[in-house]
T-cell receptor, first 115, second 109 residues
Framework: DAEITQSPRHKITETGRQVTLACHQTWNHNNMFWYRQDLGHGLRLIHYSYGVQDTNKGEVSDGYSVSRSNTEDLPLTLESAASSQTSVYFC??????????????FGEGSRLTVL | SQQGEEDPQALSIQEGENATMNCSYKTSINNLQWYRQNSGRGLVHLILIRSNEREKHSGRLRVTLDTSKKSSSLLITASRAADTASYFCAAFQGGKLIFGQGTELSVKP
């Protein structure tokens, strides 16, 4: 069965360190998204990609970057981790994009703690 | 912020009762989706309602959409303890799919 997997599921790091969260999907979807989830804020869009070599900023992109070198993967990098980036991160993918965006398929999340 | 506003933030009911959650946005809505999230898990898609639809049913779920009020509601009928979860709406806004802040539903047996 097709799926979307995130790794690591849990990570503790220190302020200032670079961190990369992996996201891999086997749906063959062109569209991939990274969200962060915090109490009181729901899910907020960080970055998204509509295909290989395409990346776009979301609502809360400062301090994060992504790259899309193939269809399956969209790694999220925190260049210099800050305590404010302690959160649960979700990767998602979809078959359709734009105003016709349909169902998003979510990974199980990566819980990041920055000390 | 473009985020959707959900109401109530938390809802506690008894098994067998109906649960209603509401969602509203500040700008116009095209298609609107509802998702469910069990504790510690990823979100799972429940239902999508298109802008030309006013009401849609799926099993015990009933979703309405009022584009003039930029709002939607999710009704879960005859709730079960297994319906305990957080529920999120999501709408396409400003070129992106934007989620509401969620309603935490607790169904007591």
């Amino acid at each position: 069965d097709a799926e979307i997997t995130q790794s690591p599921r849990h990570k503790i790091t220190e302020t200032g360190r670079q961190v990369t969260l992996a996201c891999h999907q086997t749906w063959n979807h062109n569209n991939m998204f990274w969200y962060r989830q915090d109490l009181g804020h729901g899910l907020r869009l960080i970055h998204y990609s509509y295909g290989v070599q395409d990346t776009n900023k979301g609502e809360v992109s400062d301090g994060y970057s992504v790259s899309r070198s193939n269809t399956e993967d969209l790694p999220l990098t925190l260049e210099s981790a800050a305590s404010s980036q302690t959160s649960v991160y979700f990767c998602a993918s979809s078959a359709l994009a734009g105003v016709n965006t349909g169902e998003l398929f979510f990974g199980e999340g990566s819980r990041l703690t920055v000390l | 912020s473009q985020q959707g506003e959900e109401d109530p933030q938390a809802l506690s009911i008894q098994e067998g009762e109906n649960a209603t959650m509401n969602c509203s946005y500040k700008t116009s809505i095209n298609n609107l989706q509802w998702y469910r999230q069990n504790s510690g898990r990823g979100l799972v898609h429940l239902i999508l309602i298109r802008s030309n639809e006013r009401e849609k049913h799926s099993g015990r779920l009933r979703v309405t959409l009022d584009t003039s009020k930029k709002s939607s509601s999710l009704l879960i009928t005859a709730s079960r303890a297994a319906d305990t979860a957080s529920y999120f709406c999501a709408a396409f806004q400003g070129g992106k799919l934007i989620f509401g802040q969620g309603t935490e539903l607790s169904v007591k047996p």
